[in-house]
């Protein structure tokens, strides 16, 4: 008899895409491998081709629903790169309070909808409870806080762009309608009850911290490389330059965006239709790198704010600087949560916000290649196309935020997988009380 | 008495999804009235126990996105066989959706390009060991499963799948409004001749008149009325990303031959204006037109 097999989980739930989990065992329940099979792709970089350039934003933002701002900004920025056009200063502020609107209900789902279950609920929950409909109808005062949060960045979003699931308004060249006072009026007089939310979700989210600190210290901890946007060294998410963190903590690469193809390197493996993005000079798969809250948090030197500022000192204090612990993403996650709300508030508060020159109205499409990168809320995201005379697409590369993850995350779950299956660790792990019973 | 529902995913954007979401505290109204039996991105149900209900035992189905692989068919005919009512949700389920734009190439070149050619790739190859596997190209589901319903979007407001829903909920009919997005947009429209057309970054927009008669393709003519006129209200000209008023089977068709009658100019001007048709004509649902049909015949001929 032999105890080798191969375990599937079909699908993996509480994932934005598609993925499947291969976990093969062999003797002595020794993993063997471990497969993230991401099982559909839909092949936007092909039928982007023969666009006109500034329809590409409205088309290419629907690589995803839950962050589609960040592509249509990304996407806008490269067409101006290709085009070599600057928006005026008033339509940046409007854009940058648009992507943290995004940013902020991101965040709020992805905090309570898809991570907190497991805490809220506990991991050994049956799987029919660890999930938000649940915590709305077991604990309705976090469901309620999960949904006015997400509200209040849904709610901008839509103001800023039009729709809130695929946008409309940002343009190359700008913005095609400006943002009105009555809205920035609106925004401001719910941001007391925003900031209140979010200290609420920050103490909640202590709690947890305090609760999981067995876990967040011990599991899944791995070592890889960072990638993350940085301006003079501040937390930054709509322009600035990227910098390469290796695993030891030190800052390997500081580059301007446009010089991506020196530094990317994208793995095709076998088993997945999402490639591995990596860092080139490193190879893979020693280079692989990770992207998102962790790794932006990891990789700037400060917060730009000084709340997210406070809050980022005492992450620092407890886990260091870099930190590989994956479930510390969570906490990175919140610290961001304030640090939007903060440069929200900022901008509202900016009279340019208003401002009606928000588009050039002299933008000639030209023959070249640009490319345009922002913080995704899932990580680094960047858009390169090459435009003709005419300012049609001939040809583009694209790599979304999350493909900066999966060679990280597979790292971590086979240590996970080691964790489990070959040193039952989890069966000694100090697991507190779910909160719902 | 709670209704079964099940809300799934196939190649998609998820972005119908985040708007049933988005109807945040409005959802604590709704979610005692249903049972969740199947929804991956919030529930932790696997495929096998959705293959394990019994057939017909699911009072709505919802299903988003289009197939792309082989799997997506497979979840499609599982919800046919499990679904008392099924419905498509979304323009990427209604009509085959933006990644239905990928049918002007064959499968091999779409492939080629992102697992072998593209520019950051380092070692080429396509995928798979416990892979799926791609259709030959994009189909609306409504063409590969017969459907009681559709909501058509991109994605559909929360208030049109609240409507749906509750129409469903409350044993009502449900039908499609036969309005376009003009009838709701508060735009001046004077219906004027159009002798010439601006780039969507061209020029300053005039906020109060109709942006058609500015010269800017706007297809809210030809597009049916359900997003509430969104992108007009804010000076963006309509993409027709719901598709087709009820009884138009092709959406960029009827622009096109709607487009004759306003616009003062011959075939090989209007030509010269949008080299790109299927874009500028056919966004969401280029896999439902006839072109996309012929087109997909050919590439077929070709390689058999
Ligand atoms: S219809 Fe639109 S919003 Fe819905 S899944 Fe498809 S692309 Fe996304
Ligand atoms: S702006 Fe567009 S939607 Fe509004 S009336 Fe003109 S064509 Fe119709
Ligand atoms: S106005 Fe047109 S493009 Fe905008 S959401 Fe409505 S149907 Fe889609």
């Known amino acids: 008899m032999t105890d080798e097999r191969t375990i599937r989980i079909e699908p993996v739930t509480r994932l934005e895409g598609h993925g499947e989990l291969t976990i093969k065992l062999g003797k002595g329940g020794k993993v063997k491998d471990v497969q993230f099979n991401i099982s559909s792709t839909r092949f936007f970089e092909k039928f982007l081709e023969g666009r006109l350039a500034e329809e590409v934003p409205r088309i290419a933002e629907r690589i995803c629903g839950i962050c589609p701002v960040p592509h249509l900004l990304a996407s806008v920025k490269a067409?101006?790169?290709?085009?070599?056009?600057?928006?005026?200063?008033?339509?940046?502020?409007?854009?940058?309070?648009?992507?943290?609107?995004?940013?902020?209900?991101?965040?709020?789902?992805?905090?309570?909808?898809?991570?907190?279950?497991?805490?809220?609920?506990?991991?050994?929950?049956?799987?029919?409870?660890?999930?938000?409909?649940?915590?709305?109808?077991?604990?309705?005062?976090?469901?309620?806080?999960?949904?006015?949060?997400?509200?209040?960045?849904?709610?901008?979003?839509?103001?800023?762009?039009?729709?809130?699931?695929?946008?409309?308004?940002?343009?190359?060249?700008?913005?095609?309608?400006?943002f009105s006072e009555e809205h920035r009026d609106n925004f401001l007089e719910r941001m007391e009850d925003l900031k209140e939310w979010t200290t609420d979700t920050v103490k909640l989210a202590k709690k947890v911290v305090d609760d999981y600190w067995d876990v967040i210290e011990n599991f899944a901890v791995v070592p890889t490389y960072y990638l993350g946007m940085h301006y003079r060294g501040n937390y930054e998410i709509y322009d600035g330059r990227l910098r390469v963190m290796n695993p030891e903590g030190e800052i390997v690469e500081n580059f301007p965006a446009k010089r991506y193809r020196k530094y990317y390197g994208e793995h095709v493996p076998n088993h997945s239709y999402a490639t591995h993005i990596y860092y080139k000079p490193a190879g893979y798969p020693e280079g692989v790198w990770r992207a998102n809250s962790l790794a932006r948090i990891?990789?700037?030197?400060?917060?730009?704010?000084?709340?997210?500022?406070?809050?980022?000192?005492?992450?620092?204090?407890?886990?260091?600087?870099?930190?590989?612990?994956?479930?510390?993403?969570?906490?990175?996650r919140v610290i961001e949560m304030i640090q939007a709300v903060e440069e929200m508030e900022k901008l509202l508060q900016d009279p340019d916000i208003v401002s009606t020159d928000v588009k050039l109205s002299d933008v000639e499409p030209k023959k070249g290649n640009g490319v345009g990168v922002v913080e995704a809320p899932r990580g680094t995201l960047l858009h390169h196309y090459w435009t003709d005379e005419r300012g049609i697409v001939t040809k583009t590369n694209l790599v979304v935020a999350t493909n900066n993850n999966i060679g990280g995350i597979e790292k971590s779950l086979m240590k996970a997988a080691k964790q489990v299956f070959e040193n039952k660790e989890h069966e000694n792990l100090n697991l507190p009380d779910p909160m719902i019973k | 008495m709670a209704k079964r529902v099940a809300f799934t995913q196939l190649t998609s954007c998820w972005g119908?999804?985040?708007?049933?979401?988005?109807?945040?505290?409005?959802?604590?109204?709704?979610?005692?009235?249903?049972?969740?039996v199947y929804w991956p991105a919030v529930v932790d149900y696997k495929l096998k126990d959705l293959e394990n209900l019994p057939d017909q035992s699911i009072e709505f189905g919802f299903v988003e996105g289009s197939c792309r692989t082989k799997e997506d068919e497979h979840l499609l005919k599982v919800m046919r066989e499990k679904s008392q009512t099924l419905i498509a949700w979304g323009s990427c389920s209604c009509y085959g959706g933006v990644q239905g734009l990928g049918n002007q190439w064959s499968i091999d070149e779409l492939m080629e390009r992102k697992f072998k050619t593209a520019d950051t790739v380092t070692n080429g190859r396509i995928p798979e060991e416990n892979m799926p596997g791609f259709t030959d190209h994009i189909k609306a589901n409504t063409e590969i499963v017969p459907f009681e319903l559709r909501?058509?979007?991109?994605?559909?407001?929360?208030?049109?799948?609240?409507?749906?829903l509750t129409a469903l909920l409350q044993g009502e009919e449900y039908e499609l409004p036969n309005k376009t997005v003009c009838d709701e947009c508060p735009k001046e429209r004077e219906h004027k001749t159009i002798t010439e057309f601006h780039r969507t970054h061209e020029g300053k927009i005039d906020p109060d008149r109709c942006l058609l008669d500015q010269g800017y393709l706007c297809l809210g003519f030809a597009t049916i009325s359900l997003c509430g006129a969104q992108c007009p209200k804010v000076n963006t000209p309509c993409k027709g990303c719901f598709g087709p008023p009820p009884g138009v089977i092709d959406h960029g068709a009827k622009i096109i031959s709607a487009l004759g009658s306003v616009v003062d100019m011959d075939a090989e001007e209007l030509r010269e204006y949008f080299p790109d048709t299927i874009g500028s004509f056919y966004f969401t649902d280029y896999a439902s037109s006839y072109l996309s049909k012929i087109t997909s015949r050919k590439k077929k001929e070709e390689t058999t």
């Open chain 1, 79 to 178: 067409v101006e790169a290709a085009w070599d056009v600057n928006p005026p200063k008033p339509a940046e502020k409007v854009r940058r309070l648009f992507l943290n609107a995004k940013q902020l209900s991101s965040h709020g789902l992805h905090f309570f909808a898809l991570a907190a279950p497991d805490f809220l609920a506990g991991p050994f929950a049956d799987p029919s409870q660890r999930n938000v409909v649940n915590i709305i109808k077991s604990l309705p005062d976090v469901g309620k806080l999960a949904l006015q949060i997400m509200e209040y960045g849904q709610d901008l979003v839509c103001a800023i762009g039009g729709k809130s699931i695929h946008p409309v308004t940002a343009t190359p060249g700008g913005m095609l309608n400006p």
């Open chain 1, 298 to 332: 990891n990789v700037a030197d400060k917060m730009p704010t000084p709340l997210a500022q406070e809050a980022l000192e005492e992450f620092r204090e407890k886990l260091g600087r870099p930190t590989h612990a994956t479930f510390a993403y969570h906490w990175a």
């Open chain 2, 16 to 36: 119908c999804d985040q708007s049933l979401v988005d109807l945040h505290l409005g959802l604590l109204d709704v979610i005692p009235e249903l049972e969740i």
């Open chain 2, 151 to 164: 909501i058509p979007g991109c994605p559909p407001t929360p208030e049109n799948t609240l409507e749906g």
